[in-house]
């Protein structure tokens, strides 16, 4: 009786990806709240004055922020290719890893261009034009609110719904995971309502938790079978 080989997957460690991601992330936010200093990274519905005041305030921990955010979003790239690749490697031929790819890039793509206008923001003149400051600040939290959770909710729905139909993570993360997927997609209605924006932080934040365990959990070797 033949003994089936082991292949492992050659890629980057995606939970070790999704890690650095989430860490990278986070110490962005840390730079424009309350935690570091005041004033705080103003709300979506905040009026000119407290935005004025944060962006001619700000402008060193919305640098910091915005560099460590780009960081992240290649991060983030770097998690959905390997991740969807890693998937492929398993056996995967389905509609799923070709949603969570585009999910993940869409979301990493507009992370960057986020953290970009953050950039903008930060020079000297930009926020004393009341309205140069509000558009970009709106482009930019379009661009990390709904243009972030809407598409990443994509990504985690095109993991867990191909990995739980191929059996490569636990039903429970299977379950989280379309949950927080569904959360994601329902917060694409803050574009119509204010009220809808909780619905960010709660895809943003159990999500991150999500794919890192879905990157630990993955496996990333498969048996073949010997020819002979």
Not at 143 to 166: K, M, Q, R
Request: glycine residues 12%; contains cysteine; charged residues 10%.
């Amino acid at each position: 009786m033949s003994t089936p080989s082991i292949a492992r997957f050659r890629g980057p460690h995606i939970g070790f990806v999704a890690l650095a991601f989430v860490l990278l992330f986070c110490a962005g936010l840390f730079f424009v709240t309350a935690l570091s200093a005041r004033p705080s990274f103003p709300s979506p519905d905040a009026d000119i004055a407290t935005m004025t005041a944060f962006f001619t305030q700000r402008q060193h921990g919305l640098l910091l922020m915005s560099f460590l955010h780009f960081g992240a979003a290649m991060a983030l790239g770097i998690f959905t290719v390997s991740a969807v690749a890693q998937l492929q490697f398993l056996g995967v031929r389905a509609a799923g890893a070709g949603i969570a790819l585009f999910g993940g890039l869409t979301t990493a793509v507009n992370m960057l261009l986020g953290s970009l206008l953050g950039w903008a923001l930060t020079y000297p003149g930009v926020a004393q034009d009341p309205s140069l400051l509000q558009a970009l600040y709106r482009i930019s939290f379009g661009l990390g609110g709904p243009g972030f959770s809407v598409p990443f909710g994509l990504l985690l729905a095109g993991i867990s719904i191909t990995a739980g139909f191929y059996k490569l993570l636990p039903k429970w993360l299977v379950i989280c995971g379309v949950l927080i997927a569904v959360i994601g997609e329902l917060s694409w209605f803050e574009i119509l309502t204010f009220k809808a924006v909780v619905l960010i932080p709660l895809t943003r934040f159990p999500g991150y938790l999500w794919i890192i365990a879905a990157g630990f959990l993955l496996p990333r070797k498969v048996a073949i079978p010997d020819a002979g």
